[in-house]
């Protein structure tokens, strides 16, 4: 088993892995049914043919609840499979923020396109376009701050889920 992680994926809003393996991918999902199956009282999952999600069960459940999609593909040029791994967030939250992260970025644009214009025509229709692009730069980078403060509180069942993966098929190399 050979696992890569470069250092872009430690600092990503989703952080990746992948794990290469001599087992083929349909043995991998049934080792990964019942792997979840015995670890049933920890996490909670769905996994179907090509796709897993994993949660971790916990007591506490705030916003940023992390989730292990893992993706089994099979590597032609090594002749094995590989197992590529992406933590976070649910599906819903992530839509919401990257949601959060179109609307700002639009804002911003349009507010700074507009300061701009008015200061190449020398007009004053818009006196508030540069303060609301600042507003607007400042919502981003709350945004920013919310997502990394999800991602801190959650970094504990990442760990789970990242040791879940790992183990789910350390076993059954050679």
Same mark, same amino acid.
């Given at each position: =088993? !050979?696992?890569?992680?470069?250092v872009?994926?430690?600092?990503?809003?989703?952080?990746?892995f992948?794990?290469?393996?001599?087992?083929?991918? *349909?043995?991998?999902?049934?080792?990964?049914k019942?792997?979840l !199956?015995? $670890?049933? *009282?920890?996490?909670? %999952?769905?996994?179907n043919?090509?796709?897993a999600? #994993? =949660? /971790?069960?916990?007591e506490?459940?705030?916003?940023?609840?992390?989730?292990?999609?893992?993706?089994?593909?099979?590597? @032609?040029?090594?002749? !094995?499979?590989?197992?590529? %791994?992406? &933590?976070?967030p649910?599906?819903? /939250?992530?839509?919401?923020?990257?949601?959060l992260?179109?609307? %700002?970025?639009?804002?911003?644009m349009?507010?700074?396109? =507009?300061? &701009?214009? +008015?200061r $190449?025509?020398n007009?004053?229709?818009?006196?508030?376009?540069?303060?609301? @692009?600042?507003?607007?730069?400042?919502?981003?980078?709350?945004t920013?701050?919310?997502t990394? #403060? %999800? $991602?801190?509180?959650?970094? *504990? +069942? =990442?760990?789970?889920?990242?040791?879940?993966?790992? !183990?789910?098929?350390?076993?059954?190399e050679?």
């Open positions: =088993m !050979k696992i890569e992680e470069s872009l994926d430690q600092i990503r809003s989703r952080p990746r992948k794990i290469y393996t001599e087992i083929t991918r *349909e043995k991998y999902v049934e080792i990964l019942e792997f !199956k015995n $670890q049933s *009282e920890h996490y909670t %999952g769905n996994i043919s090509e796709t999600t #994993i =949660m /971790v069960k916990s506490q459940d705030y916003y940023w609840k992390p989730c292990l999609s893992l993706r089994t593909e099979h590597d @032609s040029e090594e002749n !094995k499979t590989l197992i590529r %791994g992406i &933590f976070g649910t599906s819903a /939250v992530w839509t919401f923020f990257m949601f992260y179109f609307i %700002g970025s639009i804002l911003w349009v507010f700074i396109t =507009m300061w &701009f214009v +008015e $190449q025509i007009s004053n229709d818009f006196p508030w376009a540069l303060s609301a @692009s600042f507003f607007t730069v400042f919502f981003l980078a709350l920013y701050f919310a990394k #403060i %999800g $991602q801190y509180q959650a970094r *504990e +069942e =990442m760990r789970k889920l990242r040791d879940f993966a790992e !183990k789910s098929i350390l076993q059954f050679h």
